[in-house]
């Protein structure tokens, strides 16, 4: 068996997911994918050979990976997440739309088009809203807007920028949750491991990317119960549902592609890389 992993940097988790593979006597195949191309000539059987029987994508570039996925899979390759699950997850609407129809709980959002539409929704939620890119990670633009003057600033900043994306006004309720969020690490049905996530000193926001830390979370059977069906109704497969703590329950506000797990490996004494390649090779053989 030979275990494809497509990157376009390599993270820790990178060099952990191949230690692991290495470690259960897999061959496993890196490949950059800023340092090669794909070509529609080749027969599925060639392009078996040169990436692999299971691919994991690991790309950080949302396009990328897609366009990368979306190649392979059309070749007859099996992609950890497959073209469906990277382009719902890698997009906060249509995570939210798969959400809110499984009836998973989720933080209220409204979507809109121009800075004045955008201002009137969150005229709408109410002061502090959360105003966030559809496509990004790493809290990156994530913003919280405390009252109208804020809102107006941000909103005209977002007007002035280049990129039809960033016309997309994604904004969200400010929930009401403690100093932390959960991350939780899903394979198929089931779950990893789970960490709570705190927001380092002088932020909000509770990505480790940003310089949070964790500590280790129970899994409760309303986490479980929520997290389970975030991922399965995005498609299912590798991935790291995000979620808060609020006054009604638990509510999923992302669901990761390409789950980030440095923080949740330096609290928890599972060997998550090692679960991840056994995961993969389940699936191989499906
Ligand atoms: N609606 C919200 N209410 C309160 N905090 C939020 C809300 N949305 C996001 N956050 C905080 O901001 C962080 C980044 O937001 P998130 O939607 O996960 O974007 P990213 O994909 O950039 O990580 C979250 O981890 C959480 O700590
Ligand atoms: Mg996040």
Redesign the pocket.
């Known amino acids: 068996m030979k275990l494809g992993l497509i990157y376009d940097r390599i993270r820790w988790e990178e060099k952990a997911l191949a230690t692991a593979a290495e470690a259960k006597g897999l061959e496993n195949n890196r490949i950059d994918v800023k340092e090669i191309y794909l070509d529609t000539d080749w027969t599925p059987k060639e392009t078996q050979k040169k990436f692999g029987d299971v691919i994991l994508q690991r790309c950080i570039s949302y396009f990328r990976g897609l366009h990368t996925t979306a190649f392979l899979e059309s070749k007859g390759l099996k992609v950890i997440n497959n073209m469906d699950v990277s382009l719902t997850c890698g997009n ?1 609407l249509l995570t939210t739309m798969k959400l809110e129809k499984a009836k998973v709980p989720t ?1 209220r959002t409204i979507l809109s088009f121009t800075e004045e539409s955008a201002l009137n929704s969150i005229e709408t939620l109410g002061y502090p809203a ?1 105003l ?1 890119p559809v496509t ?5 633009m ?1 913003v919280q807007l405390k009252d109208k003057e804020t809102a107006q600033a941000m909103l005209e900043m977002r007007g002035q920028m280049e990129g039809s994306l960033n016309q997309i006004y994604y904004v ?4 009401q ?1 403690p100093p932390r ?1 959960i991350r939780t690490i899903v394979a198929g049905d089931r779950i990893i491991a789970a960490i709570y ?1 705190y ?1 380092p000193d002088g932020d ?4 480790i990317a940003r310089g949070g830390h964790g500590d280790i979370c129970k899994v409760t059977s309303e986490l479980e119960d929520v997290a389970l069906r975030a991922a399965e109704t995005v498609g299912g497969g590798l991935l790291g549902v ?1 979620a ?1 703590e609020s006054p009604r329950g638990i509510l999923v ?2 669901v990761n592609n390409t789950v980030e797990f440095k923080g949740a490996a330096s609290v928890c004494s599972v060997d998550i890389a090692g679960e991840i390649i056994d995961y993969m090779l389940k699936e191989a053989r499906r």
């Open positions: 906060k933080p959360v966030k990004g990670s790493w809290g990156r994530v969200q309720e400010m929930v949750r969020d996530r927001a909000w926001r509770t990505n995000d808060m506000h992302e």
